[in-house]
């Protein structure tokens, strides 16, 4: 059964770090291509980073360009997000989503929270 | 980034239609065939309906189909049920500078 399973997400003051993991199992990990994708609290989905399957292509949206980090270690089978210098519209869910195939996300973790506040 | 343009909400009755537009411009949705669409229930994550324009998952009834023309693409959802009842997600691909763009979401009532 494939599973996704992020963590690290909590309350931080704005200008603060941040890293997510997410924990993939249930498939082939090295051979999937994945994504994180973000949901302010009643807001819609916003696409955040995605990473190809081998780590060597890399793309941010705007908003968390040059402030985000996506990375993996498929050795470990997993997925992070280092986010620094965050700010209170970062607030939001953030989901680790597999990608088989183009643009399209076939299996999504429960998501974890981030809360930027002072 | 803009996101893509979705009408905030939409309703049928059951065993009614109800079809979804998703509004891009010829660099995302008119320009490929990578157009997603993706049900999410209040509280959990999202789920995928329809990719590349009109493919289904396994597992996705037949009553969810998608096409596209131009630069909008189409979720149908027929002989609605209790539970189509959620947000739908329209995404496309928008070329390796932005990549991937979603749509503001519509939210479907079942009357």
């Known amino acids: 059964e494939v599973q996704l399973v992020e963590s690290g997400g909590g309350l931080v003051q704005p200008g603060g770090s941040l890293r997510l993991s997410c924990a993939a199992s249930?498939?082939?990990?090295?051979?999937?291509?994945m994504n994180w994708v973000r949901q302010a609290p009643g807001k819609g989905l916003e696409w955040v980073s995605y990473?190809?399957?081998?780590?060597?292509?890399?793309y941010y949206a705007d908003s968390v360009k040059g402030r985000f980090t996506i990375s993996r270690d498929n050795a470990k089978n997993s997925l992070y997000l280092q986010m620094n210098s965050l700010r209170a519209e970062d607030t939001a869910v953030y989901y680790c989503?597999?990608?088989?195939?183009?643009?399209?996300?076939?299996?999504w973790g429960q998501g974890t929270l981030v809360t930027v506040s002072s | 980034q803009s996101a893509l343009t979705q009408p905030p909400s939409a309703s049928g009755s059951p065993g009614q239609s109800v079809t979804i537009s998703c509004t891009g411009t010829?660099?995302?949705?008119?320009?490929?065939?990578?157009v997603s669409w993706y049900q999410q229930h209040p509280g959990k994550a999202p789920k995928l309906m329809i990719y590349?324009?009109?493919k289904r998952p396994s597992g996705v009834p037949d009553r969810f189909s998608g096409s596209k023309s131009g630069n909008t693409a189409s979720l149908t959802v027929s002989g609605l049920q209790a539970e189509d009842e959620a947000d739908y997600y329209c995404?496309?691909?928008?070329?390796?500078?932005?990549?991937?763009?979603f749509g503001t979401g519509t939210k479907v009532t079942v009357l």
């Open positions: 989503a597999r990608e088989p195939d183009t643009a399209m996300v076939d299996y």
């Open positions: 249930g498939f082939t990990f090295s051979s999937y291509e």
């Open positions: 990473i190809s399957s081998s780590g060597s292509t890399i």
């Open positions: 010829s660099s995302d949705v008119g320009g490929y065939n990578y």
């Open positions: 590349e324009v009109s």
């Open positions: 995404s496309s691909y928008a070329g390796s500078n932005i990549f991937y763009v």
